[in-house]
Structures are given as C-alpha cells and as structure tokens.
C-alpha cells in the first residue's frame, strides 16, 4: 500500500516519527528531552502500576512477552493523542510531548497494552474491519482507568445513569474517528453494534478494575490463578 495512503487512512499522521528516521539524538541530547523523562515514566508503568503488570503477564504467557526497547517507543505526536498501538510494527508509541505527569502515563500504557494484548491473543483485522478496532477501542477504555469516578471527576463529568458505558462509549467513539476517515454515523453504528459483547469482556483482568486497588486484586488472582485450579 502506498506510503502516503497509509499514513491518511490508518492515522499515522498523528505520529510523524513513524516516518523512517535520519538523525538520533546524542546521549547528551537525550538525557535533556521529554524522551528521557518518558522513558523513565514508562519504567515506572512497567514496573508498578498493577493494570501494566497483569497485562504484561498475560501477553508473556499468550506466547507474546513485550520487551522495553523493542515494544515501546516515546515519540513526538501531533494533535492532543498520548499514544497508540501500531500494529504494523507490534508497537506502542508513546507521545512524550502529550504525556507529562506519571499518572497519565500508567494509563496511557494500560490503554495501549490492552490493545497489544487484543492483538496477541485475536486475529485483529485493524486496518480493514472497523468493528475489530472498535471492540478493542471499546475494551481499553472500560478496561484502563479511563473513565474511573476519579478521572471523570477532573473532567467534571459525573452523575448519569450509566455513565461508565456512556464514558467508555464516547472514549471509544472518539479514537475511531481520530484515526479512520468514516463519518460519525458511521462509527456510532459500528459501537453500538459490538458494544455489548466488547464491554463485557473483560480478559485477562476478570473484572472491571475501577481502580487502583481493584487493579491490584485482579492482578493477584491472576498471579494464583494456577495454584486454584490445580486444588479443584
């Protein structure tokens, strides 16, 4: 496929440094940008936010373990993204100008993993089948803190009947259009007609980890998963 139709149809405008790269950054450089402090946030990610943690584990024991410095990469993006998954490369980007603060990148890197995760375990059509990107859209948003009381709070958005689905609904509606050029009647339709099934599956976590301490429970029961099993 051409170059340029790609990067119009599939959204890879909003990250100009998937472009093939003719200069890096010296050491010196590095330690001085926002990638050093991106790298070091996503350490941090990788190493204690429990959401990162079972979705690590469970991509390593589906036969796809991430790797740091192969998987993950902190980039420059356009626009307000804060990163993505390309699937092209199994990788996810990181947007080092976007994403500041450590609690923005422990979601970032839930949100993206949780795709990374989609992609190992499915036969994700991403660029071709719409109703694969928005059931995996559909599941990090209501999967990754996303639209936990907390972070909806801060957006003074609370107090709807249902208002986790209407969050997850919206996130997942807006990250279709970001990166596909389909109408917004278009991608409605398509959420609404994997909705149900996509928001109730909540693989590997077992549960909907409104938080920090669910996260942490559904990541333990995993963990001894095994040692369940084998005492039935």
């Known amino acids: 496929m051409d170059q340029t139709k790609q990067e119009e149809d599939y959204g890879?405008?909003?990250?100009?440094e998937r472009k093939p790269r003719t200069k890096k950054l010296t050491l010196a450089q590095s330690l001085f940008?926002?990638?050093h402090k991106c790298q070091v946030m996503l350490n941090f990610a990788m190493e204690t936010s429990p959401y990162a943690k079972l979705l690590l584990s469970a991509m390593k024991n589906s036969g796809c373990q991430a790797f740091k410095d192969r998987h993950f990469s902190c980039e420059d993006c356009d626009g307000t993204v804060s990163g993505g998954f390309d699937a092209a490369s199994s990788q996810i980007v990181l947007c080092q100008n976007n994403v500041h603060q450590q609690a923005h990148m422990n979601r970032v890197v839930t949100h993206e993993l949780i795709h990374a995760f989609d992609h190992c375990r499915a036969k994700v059509d991403w660029f071709n089948n719409y109703r694969h990107l928005a059931c995996s859209e559909i599941r990090a948003a209501n999967l990754s803190g996303d639209c936990s009381f907390t972070n909806e709070l801060t957006r003074f958005n609370f107090g709807l009947k249902e208002h986790h689905q209407e969050c997850v609904r919206g996130r997942a509606l807006r990250s279709i259009l970001a990166v596909r050029k389909i109408s917004?009647?278009?991608a409605e339709k398509i959420v609404d007609e994997v909705f149900d099934?996509?928001?109730?599956?909540?693989?590997p976590f077992g549960r909907i980890p409104?938080?920090?301490?669910?996260?942490?429970f559904a990541n333990r029961d995993y963990a001894n998963r095994d040692r369940y099993y084998a005492n039935l």
């Not at 099934?197 to 693989?203: E, I, K, L, P, Q």
Request: charged letters at 35%; glycine letters at 0%; aromatic letters at 16%.
């Open 210 to 216: 409104h938080s920090r301490k669910e996260a942490k």
């Open 12 to 16: 890879y405008d909003l990250f100009p």
């Open 197 to 203: 099934s996509c928001f109730n599956d909540h693989a």
């Open 33 to 35: 940008t926002f990638n």
């Open 184 to 186: 917004r009647e278009e």
